[in-house]
């Protein structure tokens, strides 16, 4: 998985669910959603959590790939 923005999208896709319904069933904003998924650069990182713990993940820190 090469970024955030496809793995949410994946992830979303797997559990057969519209960029809205996520965004219900999160607590987050469809904006931010989109914006994730559209490849946002910067966001907070409780806001990605909270996302990702609807898929039992969260952000980790880790060895950051080199081009």
Do not use: W, Y
Request: cysteine-free; charged content about 25%.
């Amino acid at each position: 998985m090469s970024s955030l923005s496809e793995l949410v999208k994946l992830k979303r896709k797997q559990h057969s669910l519209t960029q809205h319904d996520l965004a219900l069933k999160s607590g987050l904003g469809l904006r931010l959603i989109r914006e994730i998924e559209q490849g946002k650069t910067t966001m907070r990182m409780d806001k990605v959590n909270q996302l990702l713990a609807l898929f039992g993940m969260e952000l980790v820190a880790g060895p950051k790939n080199m081009p």
